[in-house]
């Protein structure tokens, strides 16, 4: 099976900071990754699909990018609400493997 | 707007069995793929299950192969899960998911919304 790892598994940022999230493939996935947001108690929201499209509604402040087996997930000044954990996911083999999820807290 | 509930959750001994439902509203449900994917207390997302609109093509993650049953019934706009032989490692909350797609039984995508979950507990 596929694996995929995120890094950091914790990151501390401010207000108005921009971060970077990784994803790593064990093997090569092409754009086949989506990036999720998740809040205690709340289901995942979709984010980005296909690596690097803007799901609607998501805010521009959010990009992806990357193929094969290195993604990143970039926020550009974050805002209070982008505080949560976000997952990445490989969905074009079975069985849709998650990353381990990067908590993003407040510095 | 999408609008995806859970329900069945609840406390359960290992061994025994239980349904989770998914009431889907706000699209044709008939016409999407539909995912179980869970969430043990502190940890990742693991996908358990989908099935394509029609019912055609189901496939598990391995841990719940022969033990977990996923269904629908679109005149009912709802879907299910059906888990026996509960082990202690299935505990966490249970989401259900939706596919993106129009009718297509192709089941390898990602999920574009997500009920509130549910939450199942096997415990003696």
């Known amino acids: 099976d596929i694996q995929m790892t995120q890094s950091p598994s914790t990151l501390s940022a401010s207000v108005g900071d921009r971060v970077t999230i990784t994803c790593r493939a064990s093997?090569?996935?092409?754009?086949?990754l989506a990036w999720y947001q998740q809040k205690p108690g709340k289901a995942p929201k979709l984010l980005i699909y296909r690596a690097s499209h803007l799901e609607t509604g998501v805010p521009s402040r959010f990009s992806g990018s990357g193929s094969g087996t290195e993604f990143t997930l970039t926020i550009s000044s974050l805002q209070p609400d982008d505080f949560a954990t976000y997952y990445c996911q490989h969905y074009n083999t079975y069985p849709y493997p998650f990353g381990q999820g990067t908590k993003l807290e407040i510095k | 707007q999408v609008q995806l509930v859970e329900s069945g959750g609840g406390v359960v001994q290992p061994g025994r069995s239980l349904r989770l439902s998914c009431a889907a509203s706000?699209?044709?449900?008939?016409?999407?793929?539909m995912h179980w994917v869970r969430q043990a207390p502190g940890k990742g997302l693991e996908w358990v299950a989908v099935i394509s609109y029609d019912g055609s093509n189901k496939y598990y993650v391995d841990s719940v192969k022969g033990r977990f049953t996923i269904s629908r019934d679109n005149s009912k706009n709802t879907l299910y899960l059906q888990m026996t032989s509960l082990r202690a490692e299935d505990t966490a909350v249970y989401y259900c998911a939706k596919d993106p797609r129009i009718m297509t039984t192709v089941t390898l995508y990602y999920f574009d919304y997500w009920g509130q979950g549910t939450l199942v507990t096997v415990s003696s």
């Open positions: 706000g699209f044709t449900f008939s016409s999407y793929g």
């Open positions: 093997q090569s996935i092409s754009s086949w």
